[in-house]
């Protein structure tokens, strides 16, 4: 899954691609790339992140959304906003990708309409707000509350009429974590997974800084980012949401490419 941000202040590629010809470009690129899906937001939701209207989100969204169905991929729209969703839902769009998981009155009672048209879903965890959720984060086990959060959620949507296959779940990385959290999440990606399957998103984000141990921008987190993607997928990962689609994609080919060989 390419990430496509169309934010002016996203927490790695924010203005990037803050216009239609920009981000059709970008979108273009990713499918030659080997992106399998895009995944479209106009929100940002880094931590401290300022909240944007209903009107502001629809207004950069909708318009890409829209020049985005020449480009041949399934889209995802990344949105928390019930009224967004509808409109994009009316454009054209193949899956929602709710960061607050499906838990407000208005994105429950928009799932039935979701199911009727097959429309996917990905159902995140989130502890708290983008603005305050990494202020205190905490659990006393993470794991478990995360997974029965992930369940409880996947059987609200399937009570709705979503089919399990349409049905991802993803632990949230660094969405009210801290890394400890974030780590014991990753260990346990196996055990999660057999709530459903698992989107997981971890590109570039600040938890793999702290892994590293390398400060610098989070552009600069490019090996970070494969060596997490890599071992997602080797625990069963069925979707990676990536910034960088094409170095990805080359590193799953290898791995995959040296361990057929490896049979031989």
Known sequence: MGILNITPDSFSDGGIHFSCDTALNAALQMKEDGADILDVGAESTRPGATPVSVQQ????????????????LPLSLDSRRADVVQAAIGIGIDMVNDVSGFTTPTMQALLPEIAQRNVAVCIM???????TMQSNPHYQDVVREVGNFLAGQRDIAMAAGLPSSQILLDPGFGFGKT??????????????????????GVSRKRMLAELSEREGPAAQRLGASISAALLAAERGVSVLRVHDVRQTVDALRVQGALRAGTHR
């Open 125 to 131: 965890h989130m502890q708290g707000e983008p603005q």
């Open 179 to 200: 890394r400890q959290h974030n780590v014991a999440l990753f260990d346990a990606l196996s055990e999660l997974g057999r709530l459903g399957p698992l989107l997981v």
């Open 57 to 72: 989100e629809m207004d950069r969204v909708l318009p890409v959304i829209e020049a985005l169905q020449a480009v041949g």
